[in-house]
């Protein structure tokens, strides 16, 4: 009996098999590695047919990147599903989905994106489940809300165990019927390579949890290639792990939304070349550089760091600048270790340019997860008075966590990067001096964070270092909350802070200004500082 070879289908026939009733994962983040050609045919099969329905949707990551269409909104047809479980949404993005779990008619929950996918590796292995602190204290924990996204949602997806006395989120396993991955290049045995891609996610995680459990693989790639003819190193799902391929040679490296369609491929986010970096933009003069520049002083020689969602995915162009950028290691969650994140460029965060290695999902969480960080740039939502920090939700805009969990649980020092208050906020700067000239409409600072993504207090148990550095001002979270320590010169305490901040704030007797350097023109000599020329 020879070798099981997987179908070869079109997009249409692919998703025909998917039943009633099952629980299917897709893979892929904002503009990269979304399978856009099996979701399109799967939703116009339930607008045809109404089936599949009552589907459970596992969404690790955020796919889809095109505004208010595609991605995640190819399930946002009542009936359709029936449960979601996801780490990162968007209303820009997905709001017809959104609308779904607004409106009580989907059940949903929030996950961190590693334990996901950490969980889906324990699936793949046949393993009951997964044990980890990532979450604990906040609005992921079961005795708080659990992720629950709507009053429907009261079935959370985890809950407490205690072993040897130490608390964990234990997420138990569970079967996976279907998986929907993409890559560049099949061959007819099923070997899937990666080399257009920017990024390789959880490809494999997700089919193995879904072969482990008995179910159906269906990938889509750009092309069809000769049995074993892939170059082994480019492979990262191999063959027993597919059933089903689909080919889609309009297939993009990214989003249609973001691709260029001259270009066809960007060799230097995939790996493939490495682009000069001589004349790459520099950050603007402004708030934004004051701040940056402000952050970039919390860099040391030889860190590895995690760069979030927000402004701080700038830092790299500032690294370039001084000089400082091969003598620390900037990473993403999304697997990249080296090089500039794309947000540097005016692109998505996920990919990178000229990156020095683009890992699998779950070894960047395994080593997120086992401390590897020494210092982590993150946004500011909202923080308040016990310097807790919500990211995650505002009203009817669920964000969700992404990996911030993960993240912040053991990095040793945490830097949360955002102005003091937003929208219409203008802010002049002269002769190394700051001016509000008009302050934005809304606070960030506030009395009450409306849900928990950071937990202060358990972040002063593990003793981590926590800043929040603003446009004008640096705090320090201390066990009175966060507490003034730097303002940036020609700010007024009084009026310029105080007034914009929801309780009452604690000054240092230490307090001093920001580095003049900061404001200055020209280089900071972060090189010299590191112990350079």
């Not at 000069?276 to 004051?290: F, I, N, Q, S």
């Amino acid at each position: 009996m020879g070798r099981r070879t997987p179908e070869i289908l079109d997009a249409a026939a692919a998703v025909t098999s998917i039943p009633d009733g099952a629980t299917i994962c897709v893979m892929g983040t904002g503009p990269v590695l979304e399978p856009a050609h099996l979701l399109d045919a799967l939703e116009k099969r339930f607008l045809a047919e109404a089936h599949p329905r009552d589907m459970t949707l596992i969404t690790p990551m955020l796919p889809g990147d095109r505004r208010g269409e595609g991605g995640m909104n190819s399930f946002a047809h009542e009936g359709m599903l029936s449960r979601l479980i996801g780490a990162s949404f968007a209303r820009a993005r997905h709001p017809a989905l959104l609308d779904l779990l607004r409106e009580g008619v989907v059940e949903g929950y929030m996950t961190s994106m590693g334990s996901m996918i950490e969980l889906l590796t324990a699936i793949g292995s046949g393993k009951p489940g997964l044990f980890t602190t990532v979450g604990l204290g906040t609005f992921l924990d079961p005795r708080r809300e659990g992720g629950a996204l709507n009053e429907r949602s009261t079935r959370p997806p985890c809950r407490i165990e205690t072993i040897d006395g130490k608390e964990y989120i234990f997420y138990p396993a569970f079967p996976i019927d279907v998986a929907i991955i993409r890559g560049t290049t099949a061959d007819e045995n099923g070997y899937v390579s990666f080399e257009e891609e920017t990024n390789t996610l959880g490809a494999a995680e997700i089919a193995m949890a879904c072969k482990a459990s008995g179910g159906r693989v269906i990938v889509q790639v750009k092309r069809l290639a000769k049995a074993g003819s892939l170059d082994p190193r480019l492979v990262r799902v191999p063959g027993p792990l597919v059933d089903a391929i689909v080919v889609d040679p309009r297939q993009t490296q990214l989003s249609p939304a973001m691709a260029d369609p001259l270009a066809g491929w960007n060799p230097f986010l995939a790996g493939a070349l490495k682009h000069p970096l001589k004349g790459l933009a520099t950050v603007k003069a402004g708030p934004e550089r004051t701040m940056l520049r402000r952050a970039a002083l919390e860099l040391k020689e030889g860190d590895v760091v995690n760069l979030g969602a927000g402004v701080a995915t700038k830092l790299p162009l500032l690294a370039l600048e001084e000089g400082i950028l091969d003598r620390v290691t900037f990473t993403n969650e999304h697997g990249i270790f080296g090089g500039m994140m794309g947000t540097a460029l005016g692109g998505s965060f996920v990919p990178a340019l000229n990156a020095e290695a683009i890992m699998d999902s779950v070894f960047q969480f395994n080593f997120y997860d086992g401390g590897g960080l020494d210092v982590t740039f993150l946004g500011i939502g909202e923080v308040d008075a016990s310097g807790d920090l919500n990211v995650s939700r505002f009203g009817e805009e669920i964000n969700g966590p992404g990996g911030f969990n993960n993240i912040t649980d053991r990095t040793r020092r945490i830097v949360f990067c955002g102005s003091l208050t937003s929208g219409g906020l203008r802010v002049e700067i002269s002769g190394g001096r700051m001016r509000i000239a008009q302050e934005g409409r809304h606070k960030k600072f506030v009395p009450k964070v409306e849900q928990v993504t950071f937990n202060a207090a358990r972040a002063l148990e593990k003793r981590q270092e926590v800043r929040y550095v603003t446009d004008r001002a640096v705090m320090r979270l201390t066990q009175g909350g966060p507490e003034l320590i730097e303002i940036a010169p020609g700010i007024d305490i009084e009026r310029d802070i105080r007034a914009n901040v929801g309780f009452d704030l604690r000054v240092s007797p230490d307090l001093r200004e920001m580095p003049p350097e900061v404001m200055a023109d020209g280089l900071m000599g972060l090189s010299g500082k590191f112990g350079g020329n």
